[in-house]
């Protein structure tokens, strides 16, 4: 599989993505329980299908381009609210970057790493290993980059962001990301409950960071990406669950804007696994 993955680095973009997204509909069509997922939680949205259609092809693409991005050469990115990121670095408390399954959230960090992160300011995010001992080695090897740092989903884990924001440092997390059990609150996502992680607002709350929310767009014809950043639209409430549900509501108008790229097949509404 290593092999592939570097067979398939040095392919252009646009093939990537082509590839990607005939196995994102090839999935859709012979797997029920993936569709039926993908198509419940793109209703509780609100969504019509045209809409949704078009992240049936993005799942597919999320993954083929991963060979490129971890392997490959560099990608042309372009930056939409790169001041903001400028200014909140500024401000020396540090900065929470808040980035859901949209688009290529694999690219929004290695942006952030490329454009800020190579000088004392380097991006730390949450790592889970994953199971293949083949694909762990290469993920902990293409995500330890110059500017960018992660750190393991245990409490090690924790402290090394809380390090990080006090010494003015970026964190990135997915905060619709399932987490484990005890680390969340039930709050609702798309007017469904979700159990829905309180880490973000607990580092924000406990280090005064600034929240930022970010998400790289997948330009057309394998163009390369575009970085949108911009502010927390209101401030987090001191109570946990209303800023988590605060989180939430971000979350769903970030997604909004850009449905056809949202990770819609996600099991966001599963039960949490339990913290080993």
């Known amino acids: ?6 067979l398939l680095s040095a392919w252009p973009l646009w093939l990537l993505h082509g590839l990607g997204a005939t196995l994102g509909w090839l999935v859709f069509v012979v797997s029920p329980a993936y569709r039926k997922r993908f198509l419940a939680n793109a209703h509780l949205a609100g ?3 045209q809409q949704w259609l078009g992240a049936v092809g993005s799942a597919g693409k999320l993954v083929a381009e991963l060979p490129r991005l971890w392997l490959g050469r560099p990608v042309p990115v372009l930056w939409d609210g790169a001041d903001l990121v400028e200014a909140a670095l500024a401000q020396g408390h540090g ?3 808040l980035t859901p399954h949209l688009g290529c959230f694999e690219i929004a960090a290695q942006a952030y790493a490329q454009r800020f992160g190579q000088t004392d300011k380097p991006m730390t ?18 995500r330890q980059r110059p500017g960018l740092l992660t750190a393991p989903t245990t409490l090690s884990g924790v402290k090394q962001l809380i390090k990080a924001l006090k010494n003015g440092e970026s964190v990135g997390l ?27 607002v607990r580092l924000a709350q406990q280090t005064g ?26 401030m987090l409430p001191a109570v ?16 909004l804007q850009c449905p056809q790229q949202y990770l819609w097949g996600y099991a966001r509404y599963k039960r949490p696994r339990t913290l080993t």
């Open 125 to 142: 995010v949450l790592f889970r290993p994953p199971r293949q001992a083949w694909l762990r080695a290469l993920v902990s090897e293409s």
């Open 209 to 234: 960071a600034c929240v930022l929310l970010a998400w790289g767009e997948r330009l057309s014809w394998g163009r390369g990406y575009r970085v949108h950043v911009q502010h927390l639209s209101e």
């Open 47 to 49: 969504l019509v299908w």
């Open 95 to 97: 900065v929470v970057f």
């Open 174 to 200: 997915l905060p619709d990301q399932v987490p484990p059990q005890g680390m969340g609150v039930m709050a609702p996502f798309f007017g469904h409950e979700a159990y829905t992680m309180t880490l973000s």
């Open 1 to 6: 599989m290593i092999t592939l993955f570097k």
């Open 240 to 255: 946990l669950l209303d800023a988590a549900t605060a989180v939430n509501h971000a979350m769903e108008l970030l997604v």
